[in-house]
């Protein structure tokens, strides 16, 4: 088991990402219940990748070559993420539908 659990940062961007997709959900698609259930999902996540944070894969198909920069689906949805580790702590970057083509979406840049 991991010595130090990290702490995440949700950026703005991925902020925005995850309530818009909530919102969708819950407002559009009339389906309050399957908005509540994914943001469990999403926040679920988030801490069993704060407390095992390499485990998950890199994002080398989206054209980011940067071991540190990590990716795991809930359900239909990627969140991204890139690893801290001098900070122990994680930047969850983005969360998109997870069959958009992400190769040209802006998910990170280095000094980010």
């Known amino acids: 088991m991991q010595a130090n659990k990290f702490t995440y ?10 309530e818009q997709t909530l919102d969708y959900i819950a407002d ?3 389906n309050i219940k399957a908005a509540n259930d994914l943001l469990n999902k999403i926040l679920d996540t988030i801490e069993q990748i704060c407390e095992f944070p390499y485990a998950q894969s890199t994002c080398i198909n989206y054209l ?3 071991e540190n ?3 795991v689906f809930i359900d239909n949805y ?8 001098n900070a122990n702590s994680l930047n969850i970057l983005r969360f998109k539908y997870a069959k958009m083509d992400l ?10």
Request: charged share 25%.
């Open 9 to 18: 940062y949700l950026t703005p961007i991925a902020k925005q990402d995850i």
């Open 28 to 30: 559009d698609l009339n």
């Open 64 to 66: 980011i070559d940067n």
């Open 69 to 71: 920069v990590r990716r």
């Open 78 to 85: 990627v969140l991204i993420y890139e690893i801290r580790a």
């Open 103 to 112: 190769t040209s979406a802006q998910i990170w840049r280095p000094n980010n």
